[in-house]
């Protein structure tokens, strides 16, 4: 059985980041974060341009057709690049939820339509996530009450803007008061979708907090080559080779899971919510070793504004509990394999 990836599934990941790498240096990013939306029009325009936004859309509204393995690849590339955009959540969480609502569902093709030009930005209002985020931009918010899906403009909701950590992160609070005319799917039908919308939401995490660990992992090699004390580059110190492999193993540990997680949920595996909580743990976790070994490599400068660490480093810290603390998702975890008819074992595992 092969479980490497094709080589067009390789070159679609290197294609993009060559594109991200040329359209979003640290400085760059810097300049959009210090903007009133901390968004750039532009860099949207030209992510839309390259087909990103269309990945999950189905061809029939003008879209790529493809699925979570692919994210799986790209969400990466975003964290590497720390992108100032919520663009998977409109083009990969919200693309999926609306692929999963039935046919003739109001609105639907038309979003799908125009989730795959770039033209639309839809902000998601899960009940795991008490902020959210981009809401001040959204064309539409799709919103969770009670297992239903409801669909409000922007103009419908009320929001507060609250600060995080991560400057490029807009997140607020929001109020709607949903209707029957918002409702575009009951509980019974929606319950369902909710759970492979949260799941989704996770795996962006997961991919995004693995791209941001290899990145401040790149940084931090490339500081103890180029820093120097007692005539020496850094990283010839025992001491710093520790910590940089400590990190590497943290990365390498954490691919599989990404990708397992992905597969299950490309095939609607029943255990996919295992999956993803422990591609989750497992990528958020080698995030946060990076950023503190990191930290400490660059002498404790890595925080200041001036030190590209810092913008990667903030951002694997805002998304730790996006989409799901780490005790949620332990607890995904316990409840499955704690369960008293776990499916755990080589059988399970490999198949009889």
């Known amino acids: 059985m092969d479980f490497t990836f094709t080589e067009d599934q390789l070159a679609f990941k290197e294609a993009i980041s060559r594109f991200l790498m040329t359209e979003a240096p640290p400085e760059m990013l810097r300049d959009i ?3 009133e939306d901390g968004r750039s029009p532009e860099l949207r325009r030209k992510i839309a341009e390259q087909g990103l936004m ?6 029939e509204q003008g879209g790529l057709g493809m699925d979570d393995i692919a994210w799986s690849l790209l969400t990466q590339e975003l964290g590497y ?8 959540d409109t083009a990969y969480v919200a693309a999926g939820l609306l692929r999963a609502l039935p046919d003739g569902t109001t609105g639907r093709e038309d979003m799908l339509t125009r989730v ?5 930005r839809i902000a998601i209002s899960h009940s795991i996530n008490p902020l959210v985020a981009d809401v001040h931009l959204a064309d539409k918010i799709i919103v969770e009450h009670q297992g239903a899906i409801h669909l409000v403009s922007r103009e419908q909701a009320g929001y507060e803007r609250n600060e995080s ?3 490029s992160r807009r997140l607020s609070k929001i109020s709607v008061t949903p209707t029957a005319d ?3 799917a009951a509980a019974d039908t929606g319950a369902a979708i909710w759970e492979q919308t949260l799941n989704r939401g996770a795996l962006a995490v997961a991919g995004q907090s693995l791209g941001l660990a290899q990145r401040m992992l790149d940084l931090s090699v490339d500081y103890a080559v180029q820093r120097k004390q007692f005539g020496k580059p850094i990283g010839s110190f025992q001491a710093v080779k520790h910590k940089l492999a400590d990190v590497v193993s943290g990365i390498e540990f ?12 490309a095939n609607n595996d029943a255990r996919a919510d295992l999956y993803v909580s422990h591609a989750k743990l497992a990528s958020c976790e080698a995030a946060w070793v990076a950023a503190r070994h990191g930290i400490q490599v660059h002498g404790a400068m890595g925080y200041t504004w001036e030190a590209d660490l810092q913008m990667f480093m903030k951002r694997a810290w805002a998304l730790n509990a996006s989409w799901g603390t780490r005790d949620f998702h332990r607890q995904r975890i316990a409840d499955d394999i704690l369960a008293d008819d776990a499916q755990i074992g080589p059988r399970y595992t490999f198949g009889e």
């Open 81 to 88: 690049y720390a992108i100032p955009d919520s663009m998977a």
């Open 54 to 59: 269309a990945l999950s859309v189905p061809e």
């Open 165 to 167: 950590i991560d400057s």
């Open 116 to 120: 795959a030009d770039g033209s639309i």
């Open 182 to 184: 918002s409702q575009i």
């Open 33 to 35: 974060w210090e903007t």
């Open 254 to 265: 954490a691919k599989p899971t990404l990708y397992r997680a992905a597969y299950a949920l």
